[in-house]
């Protein structure tokens, strides 16, 4: 029987997942659909939902309201407590994140084991990073503009800095989980500030993706090895897809069909 699926987001227009999902069913010869839905109130979301399709992606905003609706959240979410994957268990609402194991797959290609890691910024990506990343017995330490986001973090035991009071340490990785340089060429904190960081560090990645951000361009510049956030769209795609289909394939043959929407 054919499926259905799509993506939930406001905007969504730019979304590239149904190309990826799209190469994906077409490349595994499935009989099956994936839309965008353009949604302003989240609260619409499980009945169109669970009355239109198997599973589907949430974006920007929604994934912590869509968190607070499901029926059942399952894994990783419950701490984070976002989902950007619904699945449609006989009429119920489940929810996963998979953009934090998709993450930290992304890091595979560093070839080294991460053990102490950097995050600039304090919002919904920064949560789930933290949270996969403490599970993993990883240190974390966050850095953010501002004190009024580090509740979560600190709730968690986790090292949590404003600009105020930050104090460096050595890390294996700063990853950018800010939107500076997303639509401005800004960097996401003093430029004085990130040369000390970047020079106590081994890698650095940016979430932003298909974009050298300016955080990016000054990791090249000092030549620490970097990464923007393709490869964890592709991976959050690819957990996704395979909660779509109950694990029915191999991770390898969906990313090699995704990876053609890059
Ligand atoms: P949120 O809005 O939840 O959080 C944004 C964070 O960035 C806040 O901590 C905010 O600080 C900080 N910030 C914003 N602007 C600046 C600035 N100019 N300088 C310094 N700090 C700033 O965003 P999300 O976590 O949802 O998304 C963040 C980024 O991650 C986006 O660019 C998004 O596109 C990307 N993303 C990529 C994914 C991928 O698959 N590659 C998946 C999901 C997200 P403050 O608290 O002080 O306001």
Redesign the pocket.
Known sequence: MSKNFTIFGNPVKHSISPKMHGYAIKGLKLDATYTKTLIEDACKIPTIFLENFDGANVT?PHKESAYAMCDEVRGVACDIKAVNTLINENGSMIGYNT?AE?FLKSMDTFGQKIEKVLIL??????KALATIFKQKNTHVTIL???S??LEFFKAQGIESFSWEDFVLSTYDLVVN????G?EED?L??DKMILTKIFKNTKFATD???NKKTPFLSLANDMNIPNKD?AD??LY?GVLAFNLFYNGKFEEDDITKFMKKAF
Not at 177 to 180: D, W
């Open positions: 920007v953009d998709g910024g304090a919002g919904g990506t920064a953010n503009r501002s009024n986001r989980t800010t939107s500076a997303l800004s996401p904190i979430v932003i993706y956030g964890m769209l959050q």
